[in-house]
């Protein structure tokens, strides 16, 4: 059901950008794409989400491809808390439509 | 003032018996959700409500009969528990629809509720 593939893992410094790249080449127009992160055994926890538009916030970048067959979320700096299961999530705007989590990136910092 | 919360954090349990979970938001969201968690990690979606309205039912054993009894409450009762409903049940709201837009349809989940049938 998921439509996005990503890394299984991926390591990265502390205090280095975290680059999470995702692939939704079948995407269709009114989907957005969305990125969550657990931490451990937590709740997902929301991150970014956007449709064409690059997005930023306070926790992450989001970029998007012009064709929006893909994306990738930047963690500027990463730290120690940042070790996670990232989530890329396509989702069609509207009601009641699912969120489908699929195998997630592992993301690993390391001093 | 925490957000979703759920109860309770770890239940052990037998074979056969019957149990709750309860789920609560204070977001002011009009939608809940129950995902489970088994041991592979992967999250799947089983219920969803919308003002108290069962809107998605994945293919879930009847065994699980989710209950709202308000916007703010989503229950989840498991009858005859069996060993492969040993898992991580988290509960989650969003704002789906009605009042003003747009709508982000982030989804806040709350911090789990670990089951385990022996």
């Known amino acids: 059901d998921a439509k996005t593939t990503q890394p299984p893992s991926m390591d990265c410094a502390e205090g280095r950008a975290a680059n999470l790249p995702c692939n939704h080449s079948?995407?269709?127009?009114?989907?957005?794409v969305y990125w969550y992160r657990q931490i451990h055994s937590q709740g997902p926890q929301y991150i970014i989400h956007?449709?064409?538009n690059n997005e930023t916030n306070e926790m992450a970048s989001l970029i998007i491809t012009e064709d929006r067959k893909s994306s990738t979320l930047i963690l500027p700096h990463a730290t120690l808390r940042d070790t996670a299961v990232y989530y890329c999530?396509?989702?069609?705007?509207?009601?009641?439509?699912?969120?489908?989590f699929g195998s997630g990136t592992k993301l690993n910092v390391k001093p | 003032d925490t957000a979703v919360s759920q109860t309770p954090k770890y239940l052990v349990t037998q074979m056969g018996n019957d149990k709750s979970i309860k789920c609560e938001q204070n977001?002011?969201?009009?939608?809940m959700y129950w995902y489970k968690q088994d041991s592979k990690k992967f999250l799947k979606i089983m219920f969803s409500?919308?003002?108290?309205?069962?809107?998605i039912n994945e293919t879930v054993p009847n065994r699980f009969s989710p209950k709202s009894p308000d916007k703010a409450h989503l229950n989840l009762h498991i009858n005859s528990l069996e060993l492969g409903d040993s898992a991580v049940y988290f509960c989650?709201?969003?704002?789906?629809?009605?009042?003003?837009?747009?709508?982000?349809?982030?989804?806040?989940f709350g911090p789990g509720t670990r089951l385990t049938v022996t």
């Open positions: 989650a709201s969003s704002q789906e629809g009605s009042g003003t837009g747009p709508f982000s349809y982030e989804q806040y």
């Open positions: 079948t995407i269709s127009g009114n989907e957005y």
């Open positions: 956007g449709l064409k």
């Open positions: 999530i396509v989702r069609g705007v509207g009601n009641f439509n699912k969120f489908y």
């Open positions: 977001l002011g969201h009009d939608t």
């Open positions: 409500y919308n003002n108290k309205e069962l809107i």
